[in-house]
């Protein structure tokens, strides 16, 4: 294995930059800074995966004399190159080239050609570093030496790809999936089934300058509910008003009932106290159960015969009905299916009125657990009419209106208002451990 010598020829340990003692730890030698030896070692190993060391190469291997220039220069300035120079002209002219008669006598001997020749130093001797170093490997103390062994790896070789096992793969996927209820269509909540606009065309009676049969029309028609809401209500509060009257006289009479309970029949007659003789009392009128004979069992059993004989029947008579009612709800279902198919070939595309978005056509108003919020009264009372859009006040809201539209549309769920964030709960306790004592 051959030794390759440092490229420097100092032999010595290398020294921190600033070490003025050796006294304390940063002088130990595991303190000792070697970054300039580790990045020697670093530059000496790529010189040598490139070809070898640079400074033992000779220089044939490292430059190359030119002699005959770039050839590429002629073709992209061939008006330069293509003349010769006047000089040259010249001196290519001249028959005879007689060098010049020198002014001095003789010649000088510092006079050359310019070419300063390669200043050798005498080495018959060895050095005092060199022997110091030869003693050093004569010992066994190969410190700057580096080992080569043949690579086991070749990065830049073909790897060959495996064709008779399959690389496995993995099948999970990232992304997250949809759930499958996005690619169905949306159910609507009207009562026709049609797929309701998000935004609506607002009627004629909507305008702020109304004709007067709509106007006169649709503020009858609000009056009307508001009249049937009201009298919903107060019915309504008329039935809570007679339930808590029942329910008060119920209890009123529940406690008269406890409170005559508690009087007992020796209260009532006491004045016969201590009169009753041992001859009255009460006599055993219990019927002593007889022994069943064999007639008694036939007819018992002949009753339980013709009783699970009427039950059976019964249930029969049930199922044929429930089978014909079953199949005129079919029928029925098949001719409302047809006459809603004919409605909308003869209607077309007009789902774009204003018919959507009224609590009539609405076919349930209950979505999850929460009820469908009622939606705003968008009506201006007769004083309230004006004739320019400037001094028309603005109502509604846009936030609540495009809500109620992804709601009636079926887009999502009715959901409730969270205003607060729910934080656990906390119990603070008082710990006994004060109280335990040892004697």
């Known amino acids: 294995m051959p030794a390759i010598h440092p490229r420097t020829a100092s032999t010595e340990a290398p020294a921190t930059y600033s070490q003025p003692s050796r006294k304390g730890k940063k002088a130990w030698r595991k303190n000792v800074d070697i970054t300039e030896v580790t990045k020697g070692l670093g530059e000496l190993n790529e010189e040598l995966i490139k070809g070898g060391v640079i400074a033992e190469r000779p220089s044939e291997e490292l430059f190359v004399l030119d002699t005959v220039g770039d050839t590429s220069i002629p073709k992209k300035f061939p008006k330069h190159t293509s003349k010769p120079l006047k000089a040259d002209e010249i001196i290519a002219a001249r028959n005879s080239a007689v060098p010049a008669v020198s002014m001095r006598k003789r010649p000088g001997d510092k006079t050359s050609d310019g070419i300063v020749p390669v200043k050798r130093t005498r080495r018959e001797y060895v050095t005092v570093k060199e022997l110091s170093r030869l003693r050093k490997v004569a010992d066994g103390h190969h410190e700057s030496t580096v080992e080569i062994s043949d690579a086991s790896y070749d990065p830049w070789a073909v790897v060959p790809e495996p064709t008779t096992l399959e690389l496995?793969?993995?099948?999970?996927?990232?992304?997250?999936k949809p759930?499958?209820?996005f690619a169905k269509k949306s159910i609507s909540l009207l009562a026709n089934g049609k797929s309701m606009p998000a935004v609506p065309k607002p009627a004629s009676d909507y305008s702020y300058n109304p004709k007067f049969e709509d106007y006169e029309a649709r503020y009858t028609e609000e009056c009307n509910k508001a009249v049937e809401a009201e009298k919903k209500r107060l019915a309504e509060e008329e039935a809570e008003r007679i339930k808590a009257e029942a329910a008060a006289r119920s209890a009123a009479e529940a406690e008269a009932a406890e409170a005559r309970a508690e009087l007992s029949e020796w209260e009532e007659?006491?004045?016969?106290?201590?009169?009753q003789s041992g001859g009255e009392e009460l006599r055993q009128t219990t019927k002593k159960q007889k022994r069943k004979t064999k007639a008694d069992r036939n007819r018992i059993q002949r009753r339980k015969d013709e009783e699970r004989r009427l039950k059976h029947e019964a249930k029969t008579k049930l199922r044929k009905e429930q089978l014909e009612q079953i199949k005129k709800i079919a029928q029925e279902v098949a001719e409302r299916d047809q006459a809603l198919a004919l409605?909308?070939?003869?209607?077309g595309d007009e789902s774009d009125s204003s018919v959507a978005s009224n609590d009539e056509v609405l076919r349930r108003k209950q979505l999850g657990k929460l009820k469908l919020p009622e939606k705003d009264l968008e009506m201006v009372l007769p004083d309230e009419l004006q004739d320019s859009l400037r001094l028309l006040k603005p109502e509604g809201n846009l936030l609540k209106d495009r809500y109620r539209s992804l709601l009636v549309r079926g887009k999502m769920e009715s959901r409730r208002r969270i205003p607060f964030r729910k934080q656990a709960r906390t119990t603070i306790t008082e710990k006994w451990s004060y109280k335990d004592f040892n004697i």
């Open 269 to 275: 007659d006491s004045e016969w106290e201590g009169f």
């Open 168 to 176: 496995l793969k993995d099948k999970r996927v990232e992304k997250k």
């Open 343 to 347: 409605a909308k070939a003869e209607e």
């Open 179 to 181: 759930p499958k209820s």
